[in-house]
């Protein structure tokens, strides 16, 4: 006998008295963001009164459920067992299923298993239609942080899904965290795939999620190639979370825009991607798919994202490193909503004692030390007005190299341009630059990326060892902007970082080369 899977273990919640709980803290939550509306104006000048009170009351409500404890979770987890109330055209068609061995079998050799995974349980799943069912499918995971939600709680968007699209939604409740942590849902999800194959064609199925739906779904199109089991038609991710270590800057930076939670620096709000799995399964691409190391063969995509959002530079990275693969999707559509503050993230690189913190230092808090104190790593964050757009910069002050330190991924992977700074009163840190650019073309697969060539200390006359030119024939050469700086004197400090800028926004300009049929909106 296989054990059906209940979302709700212990009790079946009051789903009246739950609501009503939702609904007044709602209502209060909605008087004060609308106090804090007409006194303080919005959270971003864009940003209209109802977009601003829906917007922070939800993070309120959201921040209030993220401090239960971990018993009290399931009780706030949300489900609506009974759904909202759908017109008369729509047909639902409950379906059953049970996990298959294979996929749990995969799954033994990839990562950690919890003991729930290897649990034989039926799975509920339904279709949903409207008016007539379609040959095409599309296969909706929800999202919900992997520890909330369900197929009940999202029909009125699969019904506009269906509604919509022409197309009939294939919907399930996967098992959730923390009662069931990874792989279980992503089990799920598979096995509820390879259910519904059987019966249709996968070239007609569309995987599509929201959220950690998203990173899903992703998660899922990684899995399948690996089992060499059929690809779906194409993918649909709207804000997907692919990145649960949080070490994109949009994450922190777009802290005060999002409803999200999961602030890195409080351990307490940690908790949604540690109910779902252990640091040791974080880097995981069926965990976090932006981390992937081979992202070749993958459907084609649509990855829609706000400008303002948390998840808005993992996505951005994500699209990139798709479109460099040896064999990227036949297309993918990125369509970023943008919205206010646009986040930056740079790297400062070069040899030790060139004078990488000291031009930072001087750019960010306008002061300059003589005393030299080797950097380990350092970030700082700057707000800076570009050709009249506003930038969130985050730069990241690295330890000096030589040519024989190994380029870390975290000053590769998710760096919008590079700023690499010599000294003109050494050579060897002249030549370190070049051996420096090689190493992150490499480590990015790109033939190009945006850079800043900084000959610093130029205060130092008697000491000069790289003339100007020199410099200047280096920047040519790399097709990126040239600057002598001293930062004892902040003198071109500010140039620095508005050229930058520049370099950065070139790739937005002008369109690179792209495989045919991949489109960066
Ligand atoms: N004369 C002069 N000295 C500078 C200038 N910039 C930095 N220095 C000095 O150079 C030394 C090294 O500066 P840092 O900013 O710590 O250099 P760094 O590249 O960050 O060093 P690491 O973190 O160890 O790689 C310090 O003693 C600074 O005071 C400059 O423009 N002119």
């Not at 609904?23 to 303080?40: A, C, G, P, Q, V």
């Not at 190391?293 to 996505?315: C, R, S, T, Y």
């Not at 919205?339 to 993230?345: E, Y």
């Not at 750019?363 to 030390?369: L, P, Q, S, W």
């Given at each position: 006998?296989?054990?059906?899977?209940?979302?709700?273990p212990?009790k079946?919640?009051?789903?009246?008295?739950?609501?009503?709980?939702?609904?007044?803290?709602?209502?209060?939550?909605?008087?004060?963001?609308?106090?804090?509306?007409?006194?303080?104006?919005p959270?971003?000048?864009?940003?209209?009164?109802?977009?601003?009170?829906?917007?922070?009351?939800?993070?309120?409500?959201?921040?209030?459920?993220?401090?239960?404890?971990?018993?009290?979770?399931?009780?706030?987890?949300?489900r609506?067992?009974?759904?909202?109330?759908?017109?008369?055209?729509?047909?639902?068609?409950?379906?059953?299923?049970?996990?298959?061995?294979?996929?749990?079998?995969?799954?033994?050799?990839?990562?950690?298993?919890?003991?729930?995974?290897?649990?034989?349980?039926v799975?509920?799943?339904?279709?949903?239609?409207?008016?007539?069912?379609?040959?095409?499918?599309?296969?909706?995971?929800?999202?919900?942080?992997?520890?909330?939600?369900?197929?009940?709680?999202?029909?009125?968007?699969?019904?506009?899904?269906?509604?919509?699209?022409?197309?009939?939604?294939?919907?399930?409740?996967?098992?959730l965290?923390?009662?069931?942590?990874?792989?279980?849902?992503?089990?799920?999800?598979?096995?509820?795939?390879?259910?519904?194959?059987e019966?249709?064609?996968?070239?007609?199925?569309?995987?599509?999620?929201?959220?950690?739906?998203?990173?899903?779904?992703?998660?899922?199109?990684?899995?399948?190639?690996?089992?060499?089991l059929p690809?779906?038609?194409g993918?649909?991710?709207i804000?997907?979370?692919i990145?649960?270590?949080?070490?994109?800057?949009?994450?922190?930076?777009?802290?005060?825009?999002?409803?999200?939670?999961?602030?890195t620096?409080?351990?307490?709000?940690?908790?949604?991607?540690?109910?779902y799995?252990?640091?040791?399964?974080?880097?995981?691409?069926?965990?976090?798919?932006?981390?992937?190391?081979?992202?070749?063969?993958?459907?084609?995509?649509?990855?829609?994202?706000?400008?303002?959002?948390?998840?808005?530079?993992?996505?951005?990275?994500?699209?990139?490193?798709?479109?460099?693969?040896?064999?990227?999707?036949?297309?993918?559509?990125?369509q970023?909503?943008?919205?206010?503050?646009?986040?930056?993230?740079i790297?400062?690189?070069?040899?030790?004692?060139?004078?990488?913190?000291?031009?930072?230092?001087q750019?960010?808090?306008?002061?300059?030390?003589e005393?030299?104190?080797?950097?380990?790593?350092?970030m700082f964050?700057?707000?800076?007005?570009?050709?009249?757009?506003?930038?969130?910069?985050?730069?990241?002050?690295?330890?000096?190299?030589?040519?024989?330190?190994?380029?870390?991924?975290?000053?590769?992977?998710?760096?919008?341009?590079?700023?690499?700074?010599?000294?003109?009163?050494?050579?060897?840190?002249?030549?370190?630059c070049?051996?420096?650019?090689?190493?992150?073309?490499?480590?990015?697969?790109?033939?190009?990326?945006?850079?800043?060539?900084?000959?610093?200390?130029?205060?130092?006359?008697?000491?000069?060892?790289?003339t100007?030119?020199?410099?200047?024939?280096?920047a040519?050469?790399?097709?990126?902007?040239?600057?002598?700086?001293?930062?004892?004197?902040?003198?071109?400090?500010?140039?620095?970082?508005?050229?930058?800028?520049?370099?950065?926004?070139?790739?937005?300009?002008?369109?690179?080369?792209?495989?045919?049929?991949?489109?960066?909106?």
């Open positions: 006998m296989h054990q059906r899977f209940d979302p709700h212990d079946e919640p009051n789903m009246l008295k739950e609501n009503m709980t939702v609904f007044r803290r709602m209502s209060s939550y909605f008087l004060k963001e609308s106090f804090i509306y007409l006194t303080r104006g959270t971003i000048p864009d940003w209209n009164f109802g977009y601003h009170t829906l917007i922070n009351s939800i993070k309120r409500l959201m921040i209030s459920h993220h401090y239960l404890e971990l018993p009290d979770v399931p009780a706030a987890q949300l609506s067992t009974t759904g909202p109330k759908l017109s008369k055209h729509a047909h639902i068609v409950p379906d059953t299923f049970v996990q298959r061995d294979k996929v749990i079998e995969f799954f033994k050799d990839k990562c950690t298993m919890v003991d729930h995974a290897y649990d034989k349980v799975i509920d799943a339904e279709y949903l239609s409207y008016k007539k069912s379609h040959k095409d499918i599309v296969f909706f995971v929800h999202g919900g942080g992997y520890c909330t939600g369900s197929k009940e709680m999202y029909r009125k968007i699969s019904y506009l899904v269906a509604k919509h699209s022409d197309s009939t939604v294939y919907a399930l409740n996967y098992r965290s923390p009662q069931n942590p990874f792989p279980c849902g992503l089990i799920d999800c598979i096995s509820g795939y390879q259910h519904l194959i019966t249709h064609d996968h070239k007609k199925v569309i995987l599509m999620g929201d959220s950690a739906g998203g990173g899903m779904v992703l998660a899922m199109c990684i899995a399948l190639r690996e089992m060499n690809i779906p038609g993918v649909y991710g804000s997907p979370w990145d649960l270590t949080h070490w994109f800057a949009s994450f922190r930076i777009n802290q005060k825009t999002d409803f999200l939670i999961g602030d620096t409080d351990p307490r709000l940690q908790g949604q991607r540690h109910y799995t252990g640091n040791e399964n974080l880097k995981l691409g069926y965990v976090s798919p932006v981390w992937e190391e081979n992202l070749d063969n993958l459907p084609p995509m649509l990855i829609q994202v706000g400008g303002a959002e948390k998840l808005h530079d993992e996505n951005i990275h994500f699209s990139q490193r798709l479109i460099n693969t040896s064999d990227p999707p036949q297309e993918l559509h990125l970023v909503y943008e919205s206010h503050v646009h986040v930056r993230k790297a400062v690189l070069g040899s030790r004692a060139v004078g990488k913190s000291s031009v930072t230092v750019f960010v808090e306008n002061h300059f030390a005393t030299y104190y080797p950097t380990i790593e350092n964050t700057k707000i800076v007005k570009y050709k009249g757009e506003e930038f969130a910069v985050e730069i990241m002050d690295t330890a000096g190299q030589d040519e024989f330190s190994i380029l870390n991924s975290k000053h590769a992977i998710g760096i919008h341009g590079y700023i690499l700074v010599y000294s003109i009163a050494s050579q060897q840190s002249f030549e370190m070049s051996i420096l650019r090689d190493k992150i073309l490499n480590f990015t697969g790109m033939d190009w990326v945006p850079c800043v060539l900084v000959a610093n200390k130029v205060d130092l006359h008697a000491q000069r060892q790289v100007t030119e020199e410099g200047k024939k280096k040519l050469e790399w097709n990126c902007a040239f600057i002598e700086t001293s930062a004892k004197h902040n003198q071109n400090i500010s140039r620095v970082f508005d050229q930058m800028l520049a370099e950065i926004e070139k790739v937005r300009g002008e369109p690179q080369a792209k495989p045919s049929g991949c489109v960066i909106f």
